[in-house]
């Protein structure tokens, strides 16, 4: 398999913060820069430039993490056949979301994963669309899940979900069962940032419905669907959110569901891998919440 001072690098590489790699490793900073230090001259070329306390790849070094990606895929496809034949899986999966499937879908299911792989280690990193895309594309990541649009080329799309945005409010009895456009856009509103993938969903289909977001009743920004939750239960004011992420709420008569007459918000959930086979414990995970779906 491959030589630690090689996985060192390959590390840092990815992430040239000595700290950082030294947790990630459990190991100590000086041991990081010794094994740098003794690879360097092994190999007799230098792979990192020190330039005021930052370290940068040199041409060697950028090609060594190159050649260093096809062997760590190629460790853990190795890995993956041999925990096949002992029948356990022992690698390690690191997983990407953005807030509302983390928060709302992928949590039972990483459950119920784990419980039949229980010396897996797994990973769930939480983001913004486009921070989860980056991290796979730099290969952070083994696996995603995203909503939104497909934009880059380099990542391969696969429909995972149908998700639905509602207009809900507290559950109060004088709560309407449904509006017009025309009231809609009268009602007093909590919205997400404009940066979250739910908030230019919602503006892109309000737009073909005929309504300009521009001129909502909008009563207060919020970055998170838990902190709009919270606040509309203290509150008169309504809010678009994933049905998804209110399940509990709407069951538990605290939130309560508005149609909006003519308007339908859907969206689709994504898995999302770089272009190319997937890693095999992706691939794994990928076959199992598909048939989970």
Same mark, same amino acid.
């Given at each position: 398999?491959?030589?630690?001072?090689y996985?060192?690098?390959?590390h840092?590489?990815?992430?040239?913060?000595?700290?950082?790699? =030294?947790?990630?490793?459990?190991?100590?900073?000086?041991?990081?820069?010794k094994?740098?230090?003794e690879?360097?001259?092994?190999l007799?070329?230098?792979l990192?430039?020190?330039i005021?306390g930052?370290?940068q790849l040199?041409?060697t070094g /950028?090609?060594?993490l190159? $050649?260093m990606?096809?062997l760590?895929?190629?460790?853990?496809?190795i890995?993956?056949?041999?925990?096949?034949? /002992?029948?356990t899986m022992?690698g390690t999966? /690191?997983?990407g =979301?953005?807030?509302?499937l983390?928060q709302?879908?992928l949590?039972?299911?990483?459950?119920?994963?784990?419980? /039949?792989h229980? $010396?897996l280690?797994?990973?769930?990193?939480?983001?913004?669309?486009?921070?989860?895309e980056?991290?796979?594309?730099?290969?952070?990541?083994?696996?995603?899940?995203? $909503?939104?649009?497909?934009?880059?080329?380099?990542i391969h799309?696969?429909p995972f979900?149908q998700d639905?945005i509602?207009?809900?409010? =507290?559950?109060?009895? @004088?709560?309407?069962?449904s509006?017009s456009?025309?009231e809609?856009?009268?009602?007093?509103?909590?919205?997400? $940032?404009?940066?979250?993938?739910?908030?230019?969903?919602?503006?892109?289909?309000?737009?073909e419905?005929?309504?300009?977001?521009? @001129?909502l009743?909008?009563?207060?920004?919020?970055g998170?669907t838990?902190?709009?939750?919270k606040y509309?239960? @203290?509150?008169?004011?309504?809010?678009?959110?994933?049905i998804?992420?209110i399940?509990d709420e709407?069951?538990?008569?605290?939130?309560?569901?508005?149609e909006?007459?003519?308007l339908?918000?859907?969206r689709?959930?994504?898995?999302?891998?770089r272009?190319?086979?997937p890693?095999?414990?992706?691939?794994q995970?990928?076959?199992?919440?598909?048939?989970?779906?």
């Open positions: 398999m491959i030589d630690h001072k996985k060192v690098f390959y840092l590489a990815k992430n040239p913060n000595t700290t950082k790699v =030294a947790e990630e490793l459990l190991l100590t900073q000086p041991a990081i820069s094994s740098i230090r690879l360097e001259k092994e007799g070329i230098t990192f430039h020190r005021k930052r370290m040199t041409e /950028r090609y060594l190159t $050649e990606e096809i760590v895929q190629k460790e853990r496809e890995g993956f056949e041999l925990d096949k034949l /002992r029948t022992t999966l /690191r997983i =979301a953005s807030t509302t983390s709302y879908i949590p039972e299911v990483l459950s119920e994963f784990k419980s /039949r229980p $010396e280690t797994m990973a769930l990193l939480s983001g913004n669309t486009d921070q989860i980056q991290e796979v594309l730099q290969n952070n990541l083994n696996i995603a899940f995203i $909503e939104g649009s497909p934009t880059q080329p380099d799309y696969i979900l639905e509602v207009l809900v409010s =507290a559950g109060k009895a @004088h709560t309407p069962e509006v456009l025309t809609f856009s009268a009602l007093p509103l909590v919205l997400r $940032e404009q940066g979250s993938g739910t908030y230019h969903i919602i503006r892109k289909q309000l737009v419905a005929g309504i300009d977001p521009n @001129h009743n909008c009563q207060l920004i919020l998170t838990e902190g709009i939750k509309l239960l @203290h509150s008169d004011c309504f809010a678009l959110l994933s998804y992420s399940r709407v069951a538990a008569g605290k939130l309560r569901i508005t909006i007459e003519g339908s918000i859907n689709m959930f994504y898995i999302i891998h272009q190319g086979e890693d095999p414990y992706a691939r995970f990928m076959t199992f919440i598909l048939r989970q779906k």
